[in-house]
């Protein structure tokens, strides 16, 4: 490895905020650029490691395609002592960009077929890089479906998006929430994610699915697309762990003899046959 790829991976790229948007209640949309002008040069389901001096790093999937140039969309959550940092950030302020890092979706074996794109809460932050990929180029894809299920209709995110994707043609979209609560206007449907697959209809043999969420939805979801018949190397997805260093060096990502950060975060289901601790 030469000196300046070693810099890339260890030392951050200052990198300046262009626009803040609140998404949620815990939930704001960052849109940045790097201040040396390159491009991120990220894929679809790749993550970066973002610091903030005094406040250590912590890694963020990217929510925006590489499609979509001069700069790049984290949608941070306000969950600890970094991320309550950055939520107090305004346009302007400067923050320490790692990255890209992990395994992105495999955009090659996704070409040519229908797509099932299935997220949960937060999950729809990375899939939306993809999302927004398959919008950009459409004619390497077939049918695009998207299925979202939120908490409640108060953490429903990217709202504004999931509003074009229906209005554009380009996709179809189903919206779910775990629950209602009391005096909601939402009139959407309610109950878990992977009931909406049991409605739709699937040929096995010209569709793959992707599959990004917290981890107790996944086993409901794979059981339903294996009910249609899906196998199991049609079937992405990408795993949650605690990542800290995003080079393979810290082992906290460790799932058996795999590193979400280096072999992940998305894996075929197949490859994770017999792994112990991955879904």
Request: glycine share 10%; proline share 6%.
């Amino acid at each position: 490895m030469n000196a300046s790829a070693t810099v890339s991976l260890y030392t951050p790229r200052a990198a300046e905020i262009v626009s803040v948007a609140d998404l949620t209640p815990e939930e704001r949309l960052f849109r940045l650029r790097l201040c040396d002008g390159s491009e991120l040069g990220h894929q679809p389901g790749q993550f970066v490691q973002l610091s903030i001096p005094g406040f250590t790093e912590a890694p963020i999937s990217i929510a925006s395609s590489p499609s979509r140039k001069g700069c790049f969309e984290l949608a941070i959550r306000r969950a600890g002592f970094l991320t309550g940092e950055m939520h107090l950030k305004k346009t302007g302020d400067l923050v320490g960009i790692r990255g890209p890092f992990g395994n992105p979706f495999n955009l090659a074996e996704l070409f040519d077929r229908e797509l099932l794109l299935i997220s949960g809460g937060c999950g729809l932050a990375p899939l939306r890089s993809l999302i927004q990929y398959c919008g950009d180029f459409p004619g390497r894809f077939g049918r695009v479906r998207i299925l979202y299920g939120a908490r409640n209709p108060e953490f429903i995110l990217f709202r504004d998006d999931l509003q074009q994707w229906i209005d554009s043609g380009s996709f179809s979209c189903s919206l779910t929430v775990d629950n209602v609560t009391s005096g909601s206007c939402y009139e959407g449907a309610t109950g878990f994610v992977h009931n909406l697959i049991s409605t739709l209809d699937i040929n096995p043999a010209d569709c793959s699915a992707v599959i990004v969420g917290p981890p107790l939805m996944y086993r409901a979801v794979i059981d339903q697309l294996h009910c249609k018949g899906l196998p199991d190397d049609r079937i992405f997805l990408s795993l949650e762990r605690q990542m800290r260093c995003g080079v393979g060096k810290c082992g906290h990502c460790t799932i058996d003899h795999l590193y979400c950060c280096q072999d992940g975060p998305v894996f075929r289901l197949d490859q994770l046959a017999g792994v112990k601790g991955a879904i």
